[in-house]
């Protein structure tokens, strides 16, 4: 069975650009959360979202939003674009409330 | 606020040798506890979880103890091998799939 799979894998961008970032839950996970990983840091907590609905925010600007689809996969995307942005997005799926997460490989996103 | 620390950031052990890895958590209310691996460029691998109703869980070779009183989470690795070589990380959740990660530390193992 296939994994969490996100795509891009690397991406780089400039300032004030925006970009889109996707991720694929593992079969039969309805619940999708976005993480970001700085250099040297732990994820931090973007979204959650959970049957298309989102539950959770974590403490981001609103140049982050996010959507998940039908199909249960999500797209994050960011606007106005920092160099302080610059980082490993991960995507992580679970099957229902307060189980495993599993992660997928993340997007490297460079902002220059 | 919330957050999940770890006492040593880097840990170097023997090839063969037992790892521990610390982790001290501050939300007294969190239930459900889960260590994730991660090797350079890639994403957070799944390990071993535990919930607050339990204090000790064993898995291949690894085994996480949960010390509610002292709000400590630790992982052990039985014969640690090169291929343990990665930064651990550890994360506590409450009711939600939000993860609260520490800073990691890097398990290094040498021959």
């Known amino acids: 069975d296939a994994g969490v799979t996100q795509s891009p894998t690397h991406l780089i961008k400039t300032r004030g650009q925006q970009v889109t970032l996707r991720c694929s839950p593992i079969?039969?996970?309805?619940?999708v959360s976005w993480y970001q990983q700085v250099l040297g840091q732990g994820p931090q907590f973007i979204f959650q979202?959970?049957?298309?609905?989102?539950?959770g925010r974590g403490n981001f600007p609103d140049r982050f939003s996010a959507r998940q689809f039908p199909n249960y996969s999500s797209e994050l995307n960011v606007n106005a674009l920092l160099l302080g942005d610059s980082a490993l997005y991960l995507c992580?799926?679970?099957?229902?409330?307060?189980?495993?997460?599993?992660f997928g490989q993340g997007t490297r996103l460079t902002v220059v | 606020g919330e957050s999940v620390g770890l006492h040593l950031p880097t840990l170097s052990v023997q090839e063969g040798d037992n790892s521990i890895i610390n982790c001290a958590y501050s939300?007294?209310?969190?239930?459900?506890f889960i260590w994730y691996k991660q090797e350079s460029g890639k994403g957070p691998q799944f390990i071993i979880d535990?919930?607050?109703?339990?204090d000790k869980r064993q898995g291949q070779r690894v085994t996480v103890l949960l010390n509610k009183t002292v709000k400590h989470l630790s992982l052990q690795i039985a014969a640690t091998q090169p291929g343990d070589s990665a930064v651990y990380f550890c994360?506590?959740?409450?009711?939600?799939?939000?993860?609260?990660f520490g800073t990691g530390t890097r398990l290094q193992v040498f021959p």
């Open positions: 992580a799926s679970t099957k229902d409330y307060n189980t495993e997460a599993f």
């Open positions: 079969s039969g996970h309805k619940s």
């Open positions: 979202y959970y049957e298309k609905e989102e539950r």
């Open positions: 939300n007294s209310a969190s239930d459900y």
């Open positions: 535990i919930r607050s109703n339990m």
């Open positions: 994360a506590e959740t409450l009711h939600t799939d939000k993860l609260i």
